[in-house]
């Protein structure tokens, strides 16, 4: 399932963006005060939508993992992501505030959108998969919708990806360790790769935001290793990476379109090592504890 939801994904975007007109006045409103929770790529996917949302000037925005929501804390309102709509982190934490919900799921009828104040429901972009790709995505491209970014170019260049342009080099980290790095809103896109390559290959990554880098983490650098940066790369970064003999991945793509190109590696690694990425190990569709 997880290859053909990959394809679907610039798709499912235009139609999440279409629909602007009628959710647009449920989601954060400029200057609501707002904090974004969520787990594993939903929470990655809060993070970026965070970066963004406070970039823009829309509004204080804040980004939690669920499990670690400080629900004392004053918002205007928080904003759920939740594929399922059941991981229990996530419910726990809508209990345990006291500020208006909404819940953005894949799922009508979840208990998420029960115990949220408002919802919104992109059922169009539920996915079969354990590993998640396509909700996250348009959950994401939905959110950088209300902000009023033009997103025609990303919907392009993410065809471009799926249509076989900016693939990988087959001798890409065969089998290695990748480090993926991203500024500002782009680390959230950093940590989504890093996990999609982790559920999906079993490979060991790392996500860093770029200037961390350099403070450590370089120090594992070496040749057959990668260093993938989402976005612009800093000044003398593609150069300190090749020192190191390690391979320097950077097609300054936007970060989502990017993304895209770890995910379709994700799969095609998983396959090379024999590995069924619609059964990635250890994991469940969500955590319901
Ligand atoms: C969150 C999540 C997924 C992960 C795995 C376990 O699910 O952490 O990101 O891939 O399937 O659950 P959800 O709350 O968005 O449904």
Do not use: N
Request: net charge negative; hydrophobic share 45%.
């Amino acid at each position: 399932h997880v290859a053909r939801e990959i394809q679907s994904q610039p798709r499912v975007w235009a139609r999440a963006l279409d629909q602007l007109g009628t959710v647009g006045a449920v989601l954060p409103q400029r200057g609501e005060r707002v904090a974004v929770i969520g787990c594993g790529t939903s929470w990655f996917m809060a993070e970026s939508y965070a970066h963004l949302r406070e970039q823009c000037g829309a509004g204080e925005t804040d980004s939690f993992a669920a499990s670690q929501f400080p629900a004392g804390r004053g918002y205007d309102r928080v904003v759920a992501i939740s594929r399922s709509g059941t991981t229990t982190e996530v419910l726990r934490a809508i209990d345990a505030t006291q500020v208006p919900v909404l819940a953005l799921t894949a799922v009508p009828d979840a208990p998420i959108g029960r115990a949220a104040d408002q919802r919104i429901v992109l059922d169009f972009a539920d996915e079969r998969s354990v590993v998640q790709t396509v909700f996250a995505t348009t959950a994401l491209m939905l959110l950088r919708g209300s902000l009023g970014e033009p997103l025609e170019a990303v919907l392009g260049q993410a065809a471009a990806v799926l249509a076989g342009d900016h693939a990988v080099p087959s001798a890409i980290g065969a089998g290695s360790q990748f480090t993926f790095l991203g500024q500002g809103w782009a680390y959230g896109i950093a940590r989504e790769a890093g996990l999609k390559m982790r559920e999906a290959a079993q490979l060991w990554t790392e996500s860093y935001p770029q200037m961390e880098y350099r403070h450590g983490p370089i120090s594992v650098a070496q040749p057959g290793r990668t260093v993938w940066v989402f976005g612009e790369p800093v000044t003398g970064l593609a150069a300190d990476v090749a020192a190191t003999g390690a391979a320097f991945v950077d097609d300054r793509l936007d970060p989502v379109a990017d993304l895209i190109r770890a995910q379709l590696l994700a799969v095609r690694r998983a396959e090379e090592q024999g590995l069924d990425p619609d059964r990635p190990r250890h994991l469940a569709r969500s955590v319901v504890l």
